[in-house]
């Protein structure tokens, strides 16, 4: 995978307003892919990166191999 693929999955996260969106990558994989979701939850920590940091954070929990 290069960068430009990973950054492309970026922007299909990217639907939100604010059009930011993250993806996390982990040994040459996306593990986490999220948009800004602070508006749509009311929720200020909705950042992309947080729902990122969840994403990956619950994947630990539930012992997914990532
Ligand atoms: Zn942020």
Do not use: P, W
């Not at 999955?9 to 999220?34: D, Q």
Request: aromatic content about 8%; some cysteine; proline content about 0%.
């Amino acid at each position: 995978m290069t960068v430009d693929h990973f950054m492309s999955v970026v922007f299909e996260e990217t639907r939100s307003a604010l059009l930011v969106g993250c993806v996390f990558v982990y040994k040459n994989a996306i593990i986490a892919k999220a948009d800004n979701q602070v508006n749509v939850t009311k929720n200020a920590t909705r950042h992309a990166e947080f729902v990122c940091i969840d994403q990956t954070c619950n994947a630990i929990k539930d012992n997914k191999k990532i």
